[in-house]
């Protein structure tokens, strides 16, 4: 990890497989080819399924590298000035192959391709076709499939038939944190019905899909005619054979629900709860609708539902108005809680949200010192919590097969990422021991 970026993860690896591990295309390739490139969380590697989907029934083959593409999507994120950033070299870097005849069209689409400043990009970079996260299903009309019916909750399963799968259960956000852009590019919350859910996990798992993860912005304030999200997760967690679900709103987090986890057996006992800071002043700015202590509590009900399992969080240092005092009381909530990771954002000022006129902008140094700070705390927490886990006997789910140095990557029903030597296939369960253990990832060995 690179701790002066403007962002830092102590998590473990993320769910989401590397294209080249999602299964060839087996549509005719028909010559036309077509490169995706996703940038961003969950959701949007979920999209880029759903994109997928709908180029591989148009005929494209899927390739990796830009030069050997007719179609490149740029799917993107626009929750951080960096990610930006990023993309814009990318697309520059595609004008240049486009100059030289290699790509054709360059498709935008994502969190950026929902924001104003898409428009001024798709002049700048002559994009040919700009989406939003709404109305991604215009896409199949671009590639010559026939027009798709709009669709806020999407149908569309995304990765059918392999061992792992993202499920949307809900879009958008009602949420209005002042640094954040998420409810301006995806819209309010519009949460899926139960039995559609309950549809496509039923037909994912008849398909040999072994491990299913519920996705939303807040997946806990699902709400469906009378049901809860807690409803949701337990019906969910009688059908699929591995459950996780991911992100979760402190606000909406039932105790009933940190119970679940640790109750039910299919369950994976790692919770995602993003905190954002440990100071009530910054939390009432931020708008998050919880104090600190609110948040402590859930966390010692997670600890007793499930003692083993893994929590992580996601924290912004040095938003407006982050003082000295505030910083303290961050860097102390994250030695209660003892977060096995976390995912810790520099505040990226983005236009349109409150926070990007706000006063008091935290000097660069000031905000780099604070960052490593509070990465410090989290690894040295993370490290004491991964050495207990040394000498255990885990049952492994492989999500990567083994690569040159014949190390799989799994996780373990607390939730931690484990590198065991295997060549189990990923979907599959192997049984090892924690052998060692580092501050984000735990090494295992199967015993002869
Ligand atoms: N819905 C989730 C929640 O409320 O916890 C988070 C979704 S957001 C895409 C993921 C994380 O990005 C946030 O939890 C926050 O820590 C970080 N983030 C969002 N906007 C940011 C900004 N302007 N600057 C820095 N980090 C930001
Ligand atoms: Fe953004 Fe807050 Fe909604 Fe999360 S809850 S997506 S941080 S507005």
Aim: aromatic share 6%; proline share 4%.
């Amino acid at each position: 990890m690179n701790s002066t970026t403007s962002e830092a993860s102590t998590a473990p690896i993320p769910l989401s497989r590397k294209p080249s591990e999602r299964g060839s295309p087996d549509a005719p390739a028909r010559g036309k080819t077509a490169c995706i490139r996703t940038f961003g969380c969950q959701m949007n590697v979920h999209d880029a399924d759903r994109m997928r989907r709908m180029i591989q029934d148009a005929g494209y083959a899927e390739v990796q590298r830009y030069e050997d593409a007719d179609l490149v999507i740029l799917n993107t994120c626009y929750v951080r000035e960096n990610a930006v950033d990023r993309v814009k070299g990318h697309l520059g870097e595609l004008n240049r192959l486009r100059r030289e005849g290699r790509v054709k069209r360059v498709a935008l689409t994502g969190c950026i391709g929902a924001a104003e400043e898409s428009q001024s990009l798709q002049k700048t970079y002559n994009i040919d076709l700009v989406l939003g996260t709404h109305n991604t299903y215009e896409l199949a009309e671009f590639v010559g499939l026939p027009t798709m019916r709009e669709t806020y909750t999407p149908e569309l399963p995304g990765t059918e038939g392999e061992h792992s799968a993202f499920v949307t259960i809900m879009t958008g956000c009602n949420y209005q944190c002042s640094y954040c852009i998420v409810p301006t590019v995806r819209g309010r919350m519009t949460c899926r019905p139960m039995e559609s859910v309950v549809r496509e996990i039923e037909n994912l798992v008849a398909g040999g899909t072994g491990y299913v993860t519920l996705l939303g912005q807040t997946v806990d304030a699902w709400r469906y005619q009378g049901k809860r999200f807690c409803d949701l997760l337990e019906a969910v967690s009688d059908i699929a054979p591995r459950v996780w679900f991911t992100t979760s709103h402190p606000s909406n987090m039932e105790d009933r629900t940190l119970r679940a986890i640790g109750e039910r057996d299919t369950i994976v006992k790692r919770l995602h709860l993003p905190v954002q800071s440990g100071s009530d002043r910054m939390l009432n700015v931020m708008h998050r609708g919880y104090k600190a202590e609110r948040y402590r509590r859930k966390i010692s009900v997670f600890r007793e539902a499930a003692p083993e399992g893994t929590l992580s969080t996601d924290i912004i240092v040095g938003h407006p108005g982050e003082t000295e005092e505030d910083h303290q009381q961050t860097l102390q909530l994250v030695e209660d809680c003892e977060f096995d990771s976390a995912y810790i954002f520099k505040f990226s000022p983005r236009r349109g949200t409150e926070a990007a006129d706000l006063p008091g902008v935290v000097p660069d140094a000031i905000v780099q010192r604070r960052f490593l700070e509070v990465l410090r705390g989290v690894e040295q927490n993370a490290f004491r919590r991964n050495q207990r886990k040394v000498g255990n006997m885990e049952e492994i789910f492989i999500r990567h097969g083994a690569t040159e140095d014949g190390k799989a990557i799994g996780e373990t029903w607390s939730g931690h990422a484990v590198h065991v030597d295997s060549d189990a296939a990923p979907g599959t369960y192997v049984t090892a021991t924690i052998e060692s253990a580092g501050p984000h990832v735990l090494y295992a060995r199967i015993r002869n």
